[in-house]
């Protein structure tokens, strides 16, 4: 039984790209050649080393350039991919200077930009290493029955999990765990400690949950599944930003993102960026929260994930609402709303209506907003949501709009 991520909203951002003196230098030095992503790679590390930022700017940039070289290591890497992941950090490490000197700074931007004007070599070079002739190893028959023994136990635990019964389906893995420990089976001890973790989850035992999926974090550091590597740290970040530990939570989101996209899970991406984004709204540092947003924008294009795209949209405009824009809040909003509409998310459609009509209400348009109010209501009472019915009423009745 392999647990699946929890869901989350999702939104983005858009930037706005100045020119500088400094391009166009740029521009004349590498206009003579081919330049290599490794060696792009290489100064911007010396960049983020000179530049001194601290070490959560650091990380997220980090990040970024992981996913560069991850990509850039791929048979047939994406251009697309490679520029977004690069703008994207480059945009941290203006805003950082930006924050530093007082001073709007677009320098890396332009730099990275400047780069990506000359003909750019995206395919890495891999280092080859010698192959090792391995001997064949046999396994006696009677530890290939322990084996099979042991996957048949696990599949039974997994059934009483997935059943409900996870009390007893703790007690089986539990048992289980020294028996696959002593048969050297790491594949399946990863897969058992992150059970266990999910059943702890599932449970509200947090402690117990991030010691079981760092267990599994490691093991599978171990065996090289990226997969579970990525689901652990993205379910730990997830507990540690439910309880407000938000420099824990974006360590584990961007180590969430590096592994996910080493196996190109797009969707999985998308969902961390997002919530990354919202850590940063929530903290009102809206700039580095519409960054986040915007790349996990880019990415549903990728994956037409629709859905993704419509809680992505919706968060942008809800940004836009809190910082007083409300014309490009409302346009958001309005882009949001023709997703729900394209996949019949009553609940999305419901609330966007909901806080469309909260901005023509603070705006003096009544008659709008109460016809907006109507559209959220009859979305939510079709959907049988009494929480967000009750909150519509409340506002009709406050404002002194008919219902």
Known sequence: MLPQPKETPIDNGEFKEQSSSKKQEKVEYYSQKTISIETIIQDFNKTLAAIGAPQDINEEVQAYLKLVDTQSLKEKPSPKLIKSNLKNAANILDEYITETLQKSSKVVTDWVEALLLQNVNYKAEKIETPEVEEQQVTQPEPVKEEISELNSLYQE??????????????????????????????????????????????????????????????????????????????????????????????????????????????????QALNDVGNIFSTGKQYRQAIDHYHAGLSLTKETEDTKG???????????????????????????????????GNLEGYSINYEYS????????????????????????????????STRILEKLERNNLSY
């Open 157 to 270: 635990a997994g059934k009483l999990a997935d059943t409900g019964k996870l009390r007893k389906a703790l007690i089986t893995y539990d048992k289980l765990l020294p028996e696959v420990k002593s048969s050297g089976d790491k594949s399946l001890e990863t897969k058992i400690y992150l059970d266990k973790a999910y059943i702890y989850d599932v449970n509200k035992d947090f402690p117990s949950a991030l010691e079981n999926y760092n267990n599994a974090a490691n093991l599978a550091k171990e065996t090289g599944n990226d997969k579970i590597r990525a689901l652990s740290h993205y379910n730990m970040a997830s507990i540690y930003d439910e309880f407000g530990k938000t420099n824990l939570a974006l360590s584990h989101y961007y180590e969430a993102l590096s592994y996910d996209g080493q196996i190109e899970n797009l969707r999985a991406q998308t």
């Open 309 to 343: 795209k419509a809680f992505l949209l919706s968060n942008i405009a809800t940004v836009f609402k809190d910082v007083g824009e409300d014309q490009k809040a409302l346009k958001y909003y309005k882009k949001s709303i023709e997703c729900d509409m394209k996949i």
């Open 357 to 388: 009509a909260d901005i023509m209400q603070r705006n003096n348009y009544p008659q709008k907003a109460e016809n907006l109010y109507k559209k959220s209501l009859d979305a939510a009472q079709k959907l049988g949501d009494k929480g967000i």
